[in-house]
C-alpha cells in the first residue's frame, strides 16, 4: 500500500462517519512531514452550516495545529473533488498538494466543471492527483444516494398508503 492509498483510507474512514450521520459521505485528512495533522467529515446537516464541509473543518483544525493560517507544505486527501468554496479555501490556505477519490462532474471545482486549484492568474497553485482510490469512493457515495433515493420513495408511498 502506498502512502497516498493509506491516507486516502483514512479519508475513506472519515467519510464513513458522515454517513452515519445520513450526511453525503466526505471525508479528508491534512498530512504535514507524513503524519496527519487534522481530519474532517461532511457535516452539513448535523450542524445546520453551509460551511460544515469536510475539508473546511480539516483546514481550520490543521490551521490551528500549525499555529498559522498557511498549510504550505501540507497535502489533502479527500474522498471527493472539492466544490468551489473548499477548493477556493485550498488555494487561500496555500495548500501543497490535493489528492483526490473521486471526481465530481456536477459540482467539481479541481478539473470537473472548473479548476480553480491550478488554474493560471492567481499567486498560488495546488497540485492536484486525482483517482487514488477512486472505485471505493465512487461506490461509497453511489450507494448513498442509492439509499437516500429508496428512504425517499418508501417514505412517499407511506404517505400515499396513509392518506
Known sequence: MTDQEKFMREAIRQAKKAYLLEEVPIGCVI???GKIIARGYNRRNTDKNTLAHA????????????????????????????CQMCAGAMMQARLTEAVIGCMNPKAGCAGSVLNILEMDG???????????????????????????????KAMRETVQENA
Open 122 to 152: 492567481f499567486n498560488h497553485k495546488v497540485q492536484v492527483t486525482r483517482g487514488v482510490l477512486e472505485e471505493e469512493c465512487s461506490q461509497m457515495m453511489s450507494q448513498f444516494f442509492r439509499e437516500l433515493r429508496e428512504k425517499k
Open 31 to 33: 498530512v504535514h512531514d
Open 55 to 82: 475539508e473546511m473543518t480539516a483546514i481550520k483544525k490543521a490551521s490551528k495545529k500549525l499555529g498559522d493560517w498557511r498549510l504550505e507544505e501540507c497535502t489533502m486527501y479527500v474522498t471527493l473533488e472539492p
